[in-house]
């Protein structure tokens, strides 16, 4: 089975900070090569030329793909629509696609189940609709999502059941503008669009994808991101840092975290101080 592996950034020195540990890890895991192929990174138009010098892509580990797409502009987290894009989606020549946000850590790789039309599977991390603060949604919501909320860090879909649900997942969007922070509103719009098209919306198992919520099972992929203490060290203060001695010093305080989180507190400072290693090498242009 072919999978097209995808992501997205918005220029931040940050993402494309953490694009670049993830990008090589992906490369130094031989079965993903042979799985997925080169990573996608989705990017608005006119941020593709910063983004390509910021996270240094190789055409054989991964392609800056600009796209023109309309985007919410009060939103940072809309950026996510570009996976709608007609062009990119009708470029997908695979069975399947897999989306990851760019702050995964790539221990090896995935077992995915089988990917069938109309079958979506999200993020491991299950959290409940009273979690992200839903002020009177509508009617359904609540109930054609089993009370929970949908975390899309992770999406694994084929590309014509991504294209069935744009349309939908826009104007979900729209409708949920008013009962739904910015913060949540376009994961939860994307698993209501789903359901409400007749699509079976799973939960992919923690051995495939883990979190801070999970931090202890043994993983492939493992998301960083999310409102913890940990994520929040992650990434804005390991994430922040753009020398080496500044990585030192902030990676002195892991030892503070739990020890469950420190593994991959850890793996993260690690990968960072590969990353910085290499571009103080990278000779001048």
Known sequence: MQIRLVTICSGLRTQCRALRCLIDQLAAIDQVTELFGPIDILCPMEQAASISTLVGAQPARARIVPVSCQLPSDDPYGLKFLLTSPAWLSSCETDAMLYLDYDHLAYSAPSLPPCNDDVVWISSQR????????????????????????????????????????????????????????????????????????????????????????????????????????????????????????????????????????????EISEALRRSISRETQRPAL
């Open 127 to 266: 959290e409940t609709l009273a979690h992200s603060k839903v002020i009177g949604p509508p009617g359904d919501l609540a109930k054609m999502l089993d009370g929970r909320h949908p975390n899309t860090s992770l999406l694994y879909l084929s590309p014509a059941t991504m294209t069935r649900c744009a349309e939908e997942w826009r104007q979900c969007y729209e409708v949920l503008r008013p009962s739904i922070p910015a913060r949540w509103r376009e994961e939860i719009a994307f698993g209501w669009a789903a359901r409400r098209l007749g699509c079976t919306v799973q939960e992919v198992g923690p051995s495939v994808q883990s979190s801070w919520l999970t931090a202890s099972t043994p993983c492939s992929l493992f998301h960083y991101g999310g409102d913890s203490e940990a994520a929040q060290f992650a990434k804005g203060t390991l994430l922040a840092c753009s020398s080496a001695k500044s990585l030192s010093e902030a990676s002195s305080r892991i030892a503070d975290h739990d020890r469950v989180n420190r593994r991959h507190l850890l």
